[in-house]
T-cell receptor
C-alpha cells in the first residue's frame, strides 16, 4: 500500500527559529494534506496541495509540493510557543483512504 | 455550529471484553471515518461510513465493526479486545462530495485495555 515518510521525527527549536518538516513518497502523489495535532488534542486540517510545484502560505506557514509530486514540505518562520504539536502529512489518491505519516513533533523552547 | 463530538472521552476495558464508541459528525456532513491512533503514530484508517453502509475499510480485523444511523452519527464496535487495541480512536466527518478532503476530527476516545 501507499506509504509516506516524514522527517525529522522530532525537532526542538528556540522560539523565533525556523522549522521545516518533510514528507516523502516513493510514488507520485495525486495530492497531499497537512494536519496539526496539539498535545492531547486531535488532528486539525491545515491545507491540501494538488498541483506540481504548488506553494501555499498561511501567515508564518509555507507549504510546498514538489515538482515531481513525490515530496512536500511545511516550513514555519519564526516559531512561537503556539506552534507546538505534531505535524502530519497525509496522502491519498482520488477517494482512497488517507494514509498518514508518523508525524514530526515540534517543541518550542521559550 | 457544533463540531464533531465523541463519547466517551476515556474508557478502560479488560481483555476479551467488547466496547462501543460513539460519534456525531459536524453539522452538514454525511460521511464518517474512524481512525486508530497508537501512541507516537499517525492515525490509521479503520473504515468509512456513508448512507448507513461501510464504504471503505482499512487493514483491520473483523473484530472491528461499525454502524451509521439515519442522522449520520456512527458507532465503532470492537469485540474480543486485545492489549494492542489500546489507542486513541478518532472519528472524522466530511461531505460525500470529497470524503477524504478536509476531514474534521473529533476529540477522540482514549481506550485502555488491561
Amino acid at each position: 500500500g501507499q506509504q509516506v515518510m516524514q522527517i525529522p521525527q522530532y525537532q526542538h527549536v528556540q522560539e523565533g527559529e525556523d522549522f521545516t518538516t518533510y514528507c516523502n513518497s516513493s510514488t507520485t502523489l495525486s495530492n497531499i494534506q497537512w494536519y496539526k495535532q496539539r498535545p492531547g488534542g486531535h488532528p486539525v486540517f491545515l491545507i491540501q496541495l494538488v498541483k506540481s510545484g504548488e506553494v501555499k502560505k498561511q501567515k508564518r506557514l509555507t507549504f510546498q509540493f514538489g515538482e515531481a509530486k513525490k515530496n512536500s514540505s511545511l516550513h514555519i518562520t519564526a516559531t512561537q510557543t503556539t506552534d507546538v504539536g505534531t505535524y502530519f502529512c497525509a496522502v491519498n489518491s482520488g477517494n482512497t483512504p488517507l494514509v498518514f505519516g508518523k508525524g514530526t513533533r515540534l517543541s518550542v523552547i521559550a | 455550529d457544533a463540531g464533531v463530538t465523541q463519547s466517551p472521552t476515556h474508557l478502560i476495558k479488560t481483555r476479551g471484553q467488547q466496547v462501543t464508541l460513539r460519534c456525531s459528525p459536524k453539522s452538514g456532513h454525511d460521511t464518517v471515518s474512524w481512525y486508530q491512533q497508537a501512541l507516537g503514530q499517525g492515525p490509521q484508517f479503520i473504515f468509512q461510513y456513508y448512507e448507513e453502509e461501510e464504504r471503505q475499510r482499512g487493514n483491520f480485523p473483523d473484530r472491528f465493526s461499525g454502524h451509521q444511523f439515519p442522522n449520520y452519527s456512527s458507532e465503532l464496535n470492537v469485540n474480543a479486545l486485545l492489549l494492542g487495541d489500546s489507542a486513541l480512536y478518532l472519528c472524522a466527518s466530511s461531505h460525500d462530495s470529497s470524503p477524504f478532503y478536509e476531514q474534521y476530527f473529533g476529540p477522540g476516545t482514549r481506550l485502555t485495555v488491561t
